[in-house]
């Protein structure tokens, strides 16, 4: 009887053909790394009990740490020479009666969706092998280039996870004779236990291998926000959460800070979210007077439990006076700190408009922004 599942994370291998000098599984891809994706995945899977990671002793540390920041519970092992030592030393730490699930960590895109039709499969089959059936034709040869039969009937790109009885892989394991290689387990069992059952996989579950495997493509989201308030008296003028010299402020039921209103609608925008009106009316007297800092510290939020994280800001503030040029810079920083971003993802540009219109008559300052953010998931 099968008590518990088992996932072994092989993440042990140098990444040679990858040329980044490190192992490939620690190279940021927009913020995360393959071995953060993969393991992230996993310990989010309702089917798993435990995760055994198989990694270099100079990884160890740095594996982790990462492991630490995502609030995984993972028992790492020393891997081995070949990834056929290193699934053995993992296996040694695996009671028999349970289903063990080798997962390849270079497949960082793997889904909740495989593993737990991984898991299914085996507790009904026995054994599943995660594998999508090839397009192209496969040739075999005969080992000096020519080409001895070719077909595409039958024929499966074997992917990972790959589900056994953890007893039946270790006696597999036990039998491997000097000098046997196997690129993977589905081989190994094949031949010494029984044949492993094909499960559907797919194919954003590739392997990441060379330096193209691992550009980023991300889900980039434009947002547009623009916003005027005109000058009062007996009122502070704030942009950007930073107070301006000024003889007058800006009329507005908040702080009427009018840059950090326009980025916050440009959020918003970008991940159809509505407006600020929408989630702070003027209407509601919790945000009489209140610092549009706090508010800005909402959006993203707001923001980050719908999936997007932002990626860079840009606004044009329009004002005849006063001058902002000298605190271009103060303002650009504080934004930043309160968006989670680098000064250099905020861009900040001020003009005039000749003494056209509403600013031009030095009646009030308008302010229009864009942003980019990323769909994460």
């Given amino acids: 009887m099968i008590i518990s599942v088992t996932a072994i994370i092989t993440c042990a291998g140098k990444g040679e053909r990858a040329g980044f000098g490190y192992n490939k599984l620690l190279k940021d891809m ?26 270099a002793e100079q990884d160890l540390e740095i594996f982790k740490s990462k492991c630490d920041g995502l609030g995984a519970k993972v028992t790492f092992v020393t ?16 009671p028999d009666e349970n289903l063990v699930l080798v997962h390849d960590g270079a497949r960082a895109f793997i889904t909740d969706e495989i593993i737990s039709e991984c898991v299914k499969t085996a507790l009904v089959k026995g054994s599943a092998v995660t594998a999508i059936p090839t397009t192209d034709t496969i040739a075999e040869t005969d080992g000096n280039g020519y080409i001895i039969s070719t077909s595409r009937k ?41 044949k492993p059952y094909i499960t559907q996989g797919s194919p954003v579950n590739k392997k990441l291998t060379h330096p193209e495997d691992f550009a980023v493509s ?41 840059l950090t209103h326009a980025v916050m609608d440009a959020m918003l925008s970008s991940a159809s979210l509505g407006d600020i009106g929408r989630h702070f009316p003027d209407t509601d007297p919790t945000y009489k007077g209140i610092s549009s800092m706090k ?41 930043a700190l309160a968006l989670g971003v680098d000064d250099a993802d905020v861009g900040i540009t001020c003009t005039t408009l000749e003494g056209i219109g509403t600013v031009g008559r030095e009646e009030g300052i308008a302010v229009q922004s864009y942003c980019l953010t990323v769909k994460e998931n």
């Avoid at 007893?167 to 010494?192: H, N, P, Q």
């Avoid at 800005?296 to 902002?324: C, D, F, H, W």
Wanted: charged content about 25%; hydrophobic content about 40%.
């Fill in 30 to 55: 927009g913020g995360i790394t393959p071995f953060e994706k993969v393991v992230s995945t996993f310990t989010k899977n309702a089917s798993i009990f435990d995760i055994i990671v198989t990694c």
């Fill in 79 to 94: 891997g081995g020479a070949t990834r056929t030592e290193s699934v053995g030393n993992a296996l040694k730490l695996v």
């Fill in 218 to 258: 991300e889900n980039l989201y434009v947002g547009t926000g623009f916003d005027l308030h005109v000058f009062a008296e007996n009122r502070k003028l704030i942009l950007g959460g930073i107070e301006i010299p000024h003889d007058k402020g800006l009329l507005g039921h908040s702080d009427a800070d009018v």
């Fill in 154 to 194: 039958n024929k499966y790109s074997v992917q990972t996870p790959q589900a056994f009885n953890a007893g039946l892989l270790k006696k597999a394991y036990s039998m491997i004779k000097d000098g046997e290689e196997f690129t993977d387990e589905s081989g190994l069992y094949a031949k010494y236990i029984e």
């Fill in 295 to 335: 508010l800005l510290e909402k959006v993203v939020e707001i923001l980050k439990k719908s999936g997007y994280r932002l990626k860079n800001v840009s606004s044009v503030i329009m004002a005849q006076k006063p001058k902002l040029a000298n605190f271009v810079d103060s303002i650009r920083h504080n934004l």
